[in-house]
C-alpha cells in the first residue's frame, strides 16, 4: 500500500500475481455457507476503503455505503426479497421453475452484516466529465467499488451474496434513500464456512461455464481471427 | 488457480492478502503513459480469463471482448471521440473549461490494443434469474468483468484506460455492434511507462479524494453512528 513501492513496482512478482489470480477465480457469490460470528471493523473498513478506490467517472466517487445490522431491518429486507421472488418465478421459462424454487438466493438474516452500496447521482453536478454521453457512467463506477469490496474480501475470506431480487423502490423506501441516490448493490457480507469450488448456479445445472474463446472477437462484432489469443484462451481455462 | 487449493484457503495469507490490495489500491485510470510494444496473447488470454471469471447475474456471462488491433479503425475511434469531447465540453461548468481542454483523456492510438467488452442482453432470455425487478443487472455483470480485467491488468504491469466520453450509436455503427449488445466499455489497454502515484484528476486538482468516513452510514441512509468503523476507516485511508 505505500506509494513509493507502488510507482517503482510495475509488473507484481509471480507469487503476488497469483494471488490477485487467485481472488479473482475463486470469488465466490455466497448463498449458503455464511457463518454468524462479527466482521471486525479494521477488516471492514479494508473492505470499505478497497471499494473507496474503485475508479470513477471525473473522479466523481459517487458511493456511499449503509452497514445495516439490526436484525428487525435485515428481516424487513428479507421480507421484500420473497415477495420479490414471488413475483419474478413466473418469469422464469416452466421447465427450469422446480430447480429456480430450489436455488437458495440469499442470506440476508444468516450473514455478520448487510451492506447496501449506493449511487448519488447529483455528487458532481458541475463537471460531468464523462457522463454527457452515457449518463450511466456513475453506475458502473459504482459497480466496480462493488468488484473491489468483493475480491478484497475473498482475500480476507469473507463471503459476499449479491441480493438482485428486490423491488428499489420498496428497499428505497425502507432504508430512507432519497430519489437522486440509487441502491446499487445489497450485499450479504459474513464469514464463511467454506469457498464453494464452482458457482451455486454451476453446480446446480442452472448454467454452464461458456468457452472464453467463443466470446473473443477481433477488429468487429463477431469479427473472426485472433486464433493465437483463442487457443492461449483454451490453455488456460481448460485448466480450471 | 487450483480448485483445491481454493477450497482449502480461506483467508488469504498475509502476502497473498496484501497483494490483492496493492492491486486494488495502485490500479490507476491509464491515459498518459502507454509504451508500444505489443501485449503477449498468452498474458492477454489470461486478463480476459479474470474477466470472464466475473460475477453475472443469474451465471448469464453475458460479454463479449472485441480486440482491436487495427490503427485505421483506432484512428476512427479517436475521432469519435474527439468530437464526443467537443459535445461534451460546453457542459462542464465555465471555470473549469480550461482544466478540462489540457486533460489527457485518451490513449486510444498509443496503446498497444483496444478492447470494447460487450454485454449481449438476450444471452439468457428465457431464464432471466435476477433480472425481472433489475433488468440492468447485466449491464452491471460487465462491469464486474471490466474491474476484473483491470486488477488483472495491474497486476501484470499492464494498463487500461477507459474511454467513455463517446456516442454508443456511433460506436456501435462503427463495430459493427447489433441493437440487441451494448458496450459497456472501450478499453485502451498496453505496457506503461509507469503507474501513477494518485489518480490524473486527483493530481490534476479535479477532485479531491473524499473522507472514506463521511461515506460510512448506519442502518439506513444518512444514518449516524458506526463510530468504530469511521475511525477504522479513517485509520487506514490517513496512511494512503
Redesign the interface.
Known amino acids: 500500500?505505500d506509494?513509493?513501492?507502488?510507482?517503482i513496482?510495475?509488473?507484481?512478482g509471480d507469487?503476488?500475481?497469483?494471488?490477485?489470480?487467485?481472488?479473482?477465480?475463486?470469488?465466490r457469490?455466497v448463498r449458503s455457507h455464511f457463518r454468524s460470528d462479527p466482521i471486525d471493523?479494521?477488516v471492514?473498513?479494508?473492505l470499505?476503503?478497497?471499494a473507496?478506490?474503485?475508479?470513477s467517472?471525473?473522479?466523481?466517487?459517487p458511493?456511499?455505503?449503509?452497514?445495516?445490522?439490526?436484525q428487525k431491518?435485515r428481516e424487513a429486507v428479507r421480507d421484500l426479497f420473497l415477495a420479490?421472488r414471488a413475483?419474478?418465478l413466473p418469469?422464469?421459462?416452466e421447465e427450469?421453475q422446480a430447480l429456480?424454487r430450489k436455488l437458495k438466493?440469499e442470506g440476508i438474516c444468516e450473514s455478520a452484516l448487510n451492506l447496501c452500496i449506493?449511487c448519488d447521482r447529483q455528487r458532481?453536478e458541475?463537471?460531468?466529465?464523462?457522463?454527457?454521453?452515457?449518463p450511466?457512467?456513475d453506475?458502473?463506477s459504482t459497480?466496480?467499488a462493488?468488484?473491489?469490496f468483493?475480491?478484497?474480501a475473498?482475500?480476507?475470506?469473507?463471503g459476499v451474496g449479491?441480493v438482485?431480487?428486490?423491488?428499489?423502490g420498496s428497499l428505497k423506501d425502507l432504508?430512507?434513500?432519497?430519489d437522486h441516490?440509487v441502491p446499487?448493490?445489497y450485499l450479504c457480507v459474513g464469514h464463511?464456512r467454506?469457498?464453494?469450488?464452482q458457482?451455486d448456479?454451476?453446480r446446480n445445472g442452472?448454467?454452464s461455464?461458456?468457452p472464453?474463446r467463443d466470446?473473443?472477437?477481433?477488429?468487429?462484432?463477431?469479427?473472426t481471427g485472433?486464433d493465437?489469443?483463442k487457443?492461449?484462451?483454451s490453455?488456460?481455462?481448460g485448466?480450471?
Open positions: 500500500m506509494a513509493v513501492r507502488n510507482h513496482c510495475h509488473a507484481f507469487l503476488e500475481r497469483e494471488a490477485v489470480y487467485d481472488a479473482i477465480f475463486s470469488r457469490d471493523d479494521v471492514l473498513a479494508r470499505l476503503a478497497a473507496h478506490h474503485a475508479p467517472v471525473g473522479f466523481m466517487q458511493w456511499d455505503f449503509i452497514v445495516i445490522r439490526d431491518r420479490a413475483q419474478e418469469h422464469i421459462a427450469r429456480y438466493l449506493t458532481s458541475n463537471s460531468p466529465l464523462g457522463r454527457w454521453h452515457n450511466q457512467m453506475l458502473f459497480v466496480c462493488v468488484q473491489n468483493w475480491l478484497a475473498r482475500a480476507e475470506g469473507i449479491w438482485s431480487i428486490l423491488d428499489a432504508l430512507g434513500i432519497p441516490v446499487v448493490a464463511v467454506e469457498f464453494a469450488v458457482p448456479l454451476e442452472w448454467a461455464r461458456l472464453l466470446l473473443v472477437m477481433s477488429e468487429r462484432y463477431a469479427g485472433e493465437a489469443l487457443a492461449a484462451a490453455a488456460i481455462t485448466k480450471k
